[in-house]
C-alpha cells in the first residue's frame, strides 16, 4: 500500500495599525489655550506612542505621510499656547505601535473670536444730579478676552437743540481711554463708546442730564437778618450824633452751582437798596458784598431799612419773576424748583431793619 504525505501551512499573524481619534474642546477661543485628547486602541493591547503636532492653516488629507509628526511620546494630551490660536489652524495626532504601523488622524480647529466688551464710567463729576455747564470727565473700560488689539472710539450720539458742545480729549490724559464734554445748555446729552478689533466689536453708552442753572442762595450775612429788628445805640450826650461813622451790612457767603462767595463772585451781583422811616426803598446801586451806611446823618428814633438782592450771570429772568413775586417783602425765597441743590428757603433777597437809639 502507497504512504500519504500530507503538508500544514502556517501564517503569521497580521499586524494592524492602531485607531486614533482626537477629542477637541467644545468650544476653541482666539488667543486662548486649547487642549486636546488622543483616544487610542490597539488590537494587539500594545499600549502605542503618540506624536503630536500643529500646522498653520486647514488641515490636508490625514493619510499624507509627509504631514505626520516624527516625535513620539507616550501622552495623549496636547496643549496649543493661546499665541497659536487666533488663526484656524489643523492639530494631528499619529499612534504608532511596536512593530511600526501607525495611524494618523486631524482635527481642523477654527476659533471662535470673543466680541470686545465696553464700559464707560463718568470720572468728575463724582455723581448726578449735573449742574449747569458740568465739565465732565469720562473713562473707557474696555477688554478682549482673545486679547487682541483693540480700536477705540469716542463720539457725542445726542446733545440738547442749541448745544455747540463736542467731545474733545483730556488735559494729560490718553485720547483712546478718556474724553472731555464741557456741556454748554440745560438738556440731555449722551456720549457712545465703540471698542474694536478686527472682526468684531463693543459699544457702551452713558446718558448725562444736564440741570438748568440754580438759582443763587444768600446764605449768611452779617449782621443775622432773622434775628429781628438791629438796635444802633447813638450817643446819649444829647448831641444826636452816632456813636460810630459807618454801618457795614454784608453777605458772608452765597451759595450757587457756577458762583460762589467768598470763593468766587465773579458773575455774582449784588443789588442794594435803602429807605429812611417810611420813604419808599431807593435803589443804591450794584456793587460788592457789602455795603457801607453812614451812621452820622441818623438821629435817635431814625428806622432804616437795607436790602441786598442776589443774581447770577444766567437767572435774570427767573430772579425778578420770584423778586416780583415777593412784592415788598423783606425776604424772598426762590422757587423749590430752582434753587440751588433744591435747597429749602433759599433766599434771593434779605431785608435789615436798623433802629437808631
Not at 486662548?32 to 499600549?47: E, H, I, K, L, N
Not at 496649543?80 to 505601535?97: E, L, Y
Not at 455774582?268 to 455795603?291: C, E, K, M, Q, Y
Request: include cysteine; proline fraction near 7%; charge should be negative.
Amino acid at each position: 500500500m502507497a504512504a500519504t504525505a500530507s503538508a500544514c501551512l502556517f501564517t503569521a499573524p497580521i499586524n494592524m495599525p492602531p485607531t486614533i481619534q482626537i477629542v477637541s474642546p467644545l468650544v476653541i477661543s482666539r488667543g486662548q489655550p486649547a487642549t486636546f485628547t488622543a483616544t487610542v486602541a490597539d488590537d494587539q493591547s500594545q499600549a502605542p506612542d503618540v506624536s503630536w503636532a500643529r500646522t498653520d492653516g486647514t488641515c490636508p488629507d490625514a493619510g499624507d505621510r509627509t504631514q505626520w509628526p516624527a516625535s513620539r511620546t507616550s501622552i495623549t494630551m496636547f496643549t496649543v499656547d493661546g499665541s497659536m490660536t487666533k488663526a484656524p489652524f489643523c492639530v494631528w495626532a499619529v499612534a504608532t505601535d511596536s512593530h511600526g504601523a501607525a495611524r494618523a488622524a486631524n482635527f481642523a480647529a477654527t476659533p471662535t473670536n470673543h466680541a470686545p466688551t465696553a464700559a464707560i464710567d463718568v470720572v468728575s463729576p463724582t455723581q448726578p444730579p449735573y449742574s449747569f455747564l458740568s465739565q465732565f470727565v469720562l473713562a473707557a473700560h474696555t477688554n478682549d478676552v482673545d486679547m487682541d488689539s483693540l480700536t477705540v472710539n469716542w463720539n457725542l450720539g445726542a446733545k440738547p437743540v442749541g448745544s455747540q458742545a463736542m467731545i474733545a480729549a483730556c488735559d494729560g490724559k490718553p485720547k483712546d481711554q478718556f474724553t472731555c464734554l464741557a456741556a454748554d445748555v440745560p438738556g440731555d446729552y449722551r456720549v457712545d463708546l465703540t471698542a474694536a478689533d478686527a472682526s468684531d466689536k463693543g459699544t457702551a453708552s452713558v446718558s448725562l442730564t444736564v440741570l438748568a442753572d440754580a438759582l443763587p442762595c444768600i446764605d449768611v450775612t452779617m449782621p443775622d437778618y432773622a434775628s429781628g429788628p438791629q438796635v444802633h445805640l447813638l450817643a446819649s450826650d444829647g448831641s444826636g450824633a452816632a456813636d460810630t461813622t459807618i454801618d457795614n451790612f454784608s453777605v458772608l457767603r452765597v451759595l450757587d452751582d457756577l458762583d460762589g462767595w467768598p470763593s468766587d463772585s465773579s458773575q455774582l451781583h449784588f443789588t442794594w437798596s435803602t429807605a429812611r422811616n417810611t420813604d419808599p426803598l431807593v435803589f443804591v446801586g450794584i456793587g460788592g458784598a457789602t455795603f457801607p451806611l453812614p451812621t452820622l446823618s441818623f438821629r435817635i428814633g431814625d428806622k432804616e431799612r437795607v436790602r441786598v438782592e442776589i443774581a447770577d450771570r444766567n437767572n435774570s429772568k427767573e430772579i425778578q419773576d420770584a423778586l416780583t413775586g415777593c412784592n415788598d417783602q423783606d425776604a424772598c425765597v426762590a422757587p423749590a424748583s430752582r434753587a440751588f441743590g433744591n435747597r429749602a428757603g433759599c433766599l434771593l433777597r434779605v431785608t435789615w431793619n436798623v433802629e437808631y437809639r
